[in-house]
């Protein structure tokens, strides 16, 4: 089956630094999307972006479909942005494919 | 408007009893997918429910089956439990298998 990367795999930042987070897939996939979990376990849907470039706020996410990557921005970052980015593809079929997550922690 | 529902929020159980975890989905989707993260990994897409049959199956035993009702809200059914199922059980919803929008807080199931 597909396989999906993440990295890093840890992230430590102060408040207000920039970063990027990193999905590399390894087959041609039909839908991209991006996830947060936060502390309590639940799963927030940030982008679905099977190609291009989308923004909300202080996120932003690039898909380059043809080379089998996708970026995920934080910009400013707030303490409330820690817990662990998923990205997860979907290829054939309905199932979703999670990479292994970067947890991050945005120091105050 | 609700998000999707999962009850119960946490449970314990005993190996080898069976377990029953339910899940409404988000008004308006008519798909139901069911995950289990384990600590520390991502998740793991078990089956997904769509006009109240399975659609398509991940690399789960039969000991895991599930159930879609008219109203679209399902069922997981775990039987003989293993400590190894203890896990956090993600349902998502989506319309008509296409992204999905919105995932449950989830059932932390332990097996002792």
């Known amino acids: 089956g597909i396989q999906v990367e993440q990295s890093p795999p840890d992230l430590i930042l102060q408040e207000g630094a920039n970063s990027t987070l990193r999905c590399n897939f390894s087959?041609?996939?039909?839908?991209l999307q991006w996830f947060h979990q936060n502390p309590w376990g639940q799963l927030i849907n940030l982008f679905y972006?099977?190609?291009g470039t989308k923004q909300n706020g202080r996120l932003s996410a690039t898909t380059v479909a043809t080379e089998r990557y996708s970026l995920l921005y934080i910009s400013s970052s707030q303490t409330t942005d820690s817990g662990v980015y998923f990205c997860?593809?979907?290829?054939?079929?309905?199932?979703?494919?999670f990479g292994g997550g970067t947890r991050v922690l945005v120091k105050p | 408007d609700a998000g999707v529902t999962q009850s119960p929020t946490h449970l314990i159980k005993t190996r080898g009893q069976q377990v029953t975890l339910r899940c409404s989905p988000k008004?308006?989707?008519?798909?139901v997918s069911w995950y289990q993260q384990a600590l520390g990994q991502g998740p793991q897409f078990i089956f997904q429910?769509?006009?109240?049959?399975?659609?398509q199956r991940g690399n789960f035993p039969d000991r895991f089956s599930g159930h879609q009702f008219p109203n679209y809200s399902s069922e997981l059914n775990v039987n003989a439990l293993l400590l190894g199922d203890s896990a956090l059980y993600l349902c998502?919803?989506?319309?008509?298998?296409?992204?999905?929008?919105?995932f449950g807080e989830g059932s932390r199931l332990t097996v002792l």
């Open positions: 998502a919803s989506s319309l008509d298998g296409g992204p999905v929008g919105s």
């Open positions: 087959d041609s996939v039909n839908n």
């Open positions: 972006i099977p190609s």
């Open positions: 997860a593809v979907k290829a054939a079929g309905n199932k979703l494919t």
């Open positions: 008004s308006g989707h008519d798909t």
């Open positions: 429910y769509y006009e109240e049959e399975e659609r």
